[in-house]
């Protein structure tokens, strides 16, 4: 009975991802652990694998697209991966299922789901359709004027904050970083930026997630189970999109996000 409740979470969380972008990780590292019990530092380390697989297959498509934009994409490499390598490096002294870990884990994995209930909502309020296709037009250049980021340092300093919340918490990578490659590449389009944030997010993922399964972080059957779910909803999410409310299920994802958030932190 649980294998199947895994899977039809996995499915869940997919459509869900299809249907409105929002990180994989911001959903499924709580259902985890507070539906199914699951340990932080087991839910963090099978949830980044699950981001990773999920993700390559966005990758592939978006890059037949031409829509990855590859040297934003090293450039926020350059600051997440040193920055994931060195959180590794940390729960490794400290034991991933030490106390002391699991309690890093989870406060931090609440700031991370706050900040991306707000980030969620922020794209809500903000990005009304009008304000879309007045951003699109804005965004409209192609050329390499768009892959300069406000200032050289920002993509590696807030890559490298990225690397690190993804590596504690698995959150991080999805709403989190469109709200900040749309702060750092004004220039850049809306689509490309989306390409940007999901190709960014393999290696930083894999890197982390094997990085965990080297520290015994790793439910494989588990993973197995999420995704045999995932990957169909997420193909059913993605056909759905035009015919869903997109703004009430982002507000109501901002609200599930923070109350998880809160409830974590005052843990």
Do not use: N
């Not at 994989?24 to 019990?37: R, Y």
């Not at 035009?242 to 982002?250: D, G, N, S």
Request: one cysteine or more; aromatic letters at 8%; proline letters at 6%.
């Amino acid at each position: 009975m649980h294998d199947f409740a895994f899977i039809f979470a996995g499915f869940a969380v997919g459509l869900i991802v299809g249907l409105t972008g929002v990180g994989g990780g911001s959903l499924m590292t709580p259902i985890l652990i507070f539906f199914f019990g699951v340990k932080p530092y087991l839910a963090v380390g099978t949830d980044l694998l699950f981001a990773a697989f999920t993700k390559m297959g966005g990758t592939v498509s978006l890059t037949r697209q031409r829509l990855v934009p590859w040297r934003v994409v090293g450039q926020l490499c350059l600051g997440s991966i040193p920055a994931a390598l060195l959180a590794l490096w940390a729960l490794k002294e400290l034991g991933p299922a030490s106390a002391q870990a699991q309690h890093i884990m989870t406060t931090t994995l609440g700031f991370a789901l706050l900040l991306t209930a707000t980030a969620t909502f922020y794209k809500v309020v903000v990005f009304s359709q009008k304000r879309q296709s007045e951003e699109q037009s804005l965004r409209a250049s192609s050329g390499p004027e768009a892959l300069r980021p406000r200032h050289w340092s920002l993509p590696v300093l807030l890559g490298a904050v990225i690397g690190t919340l993804v590596t504690f918490t698995s959150v991080g990578a999805g709403a989190i970083g469109v709200t900040v490659l749309l702060l750092v590449y004004p220039l850049l389009p809306l689509p490309r930026i989306i390409g940007a944030d999901i190709a960014y997010a393999v290696p930083l993922t894999l890197l982390a997630g094997l990085g965990h399964a080297t520290l015994g972080s790793v439910d494989w059957p588990l993973l197995a189970q999420l995704l045999a779910g995932s990957l169909p909803g997420i193909w059913l999410g993605s056909r759905l999109v035009t015919r869903t409310p997109e703004r009430l299920i982002r507000s109501l994802l901002s609200v599930l996000l923070a109350w998880a958030g809160a409830k974590l932190v005052l843990i």
